[in-house]
């Protein structure tokens, strides 16, 4: 199915799996508003502009920057998108963050930072999609595998993806007179620059052996997935998928 004519706001949008999925997105025809939070990575956000131009040309591509823990920032880049592209059809919500802890290492300003990041954000950015998501969209927004994987030491990073679930499920209820769906996407632990520094080498081999192939989950597992619920996934609504290689089997 193509997305020729659509806009796909992805927060987090220039690296990792947030840049797969743009180049996924790309690929099908959508148009592309992309979120970065940090100035460093205006180079990555260049240099992706630069590649999904060459993949299809006919494309609009636009860069916003923002630090979406505050919700004003969320709806300036709503209003930023609304008024570069007049609509948005998709949204996908690739912003989260890491931490590996001992509960009783963890201080208050890490854990008020794991859930604005991991769950104000999440929580905003779908006030804002139901808000403005055109009548037929979608709305995604990616979790983690560890909802479903109980373990010591991911205690506020777990912790502060839960509640997406919740939201997830109400305001799909919410959306459902306007076709709009609204679902999660639960990788394993993945292949990306932010899995390292929180794990030893033994742990990483053990994250390995718990999936299929014995390897992590790589953002090419996952952008097609995000694809799907774009395209011939309108059925799906209101679920957390987990993508995970048997990590974990809910």
Sequence with gaps: MSLTGKVALIAGGVKNLGAQTALELAGVGANLALHHHSSLSQKDAAALQAKLKEKNPSIKVAIYQGDLTAASAVTKLFQD??????????????????????????????????????????????????????????????????????????????????????????????????????????PGPMDTPFFYPQESSEAVDFHKSMAMDNRLTMIEDIAPIIRFLCTEGVWITGQTIFANGGYTTR
């Design 81 to 186: 998108a609304l008024q570069d592209f007049g609509h948005i059809d998709i949204v996908v919500n690739t912003v989260g963050k890491v931490l590996k802890k001992p509960i009783t290492e963890i201080s208050e300003e890490e854990y008020d930072t794991m859930f604005a990041v991991n769950s104000k954000t999440a929580f905003f950015v779908l006030k804002e999609a139901a808000a403005h998501v055109s009548d037929g969209g979608k709305i995604i927004t990616i979790v983690t595998a560890l909802l479903g994987a109980f373990t010591g030491y991911y205690t506020s990073y777990a912790g502060s993806k839960a509640p997406v679930e919740h939201f997830t499920r109400g305001v799909c209820k919410e959306l459902q007179s306007r076709r709009i769906s609204v679902n999660n996407v639960a």
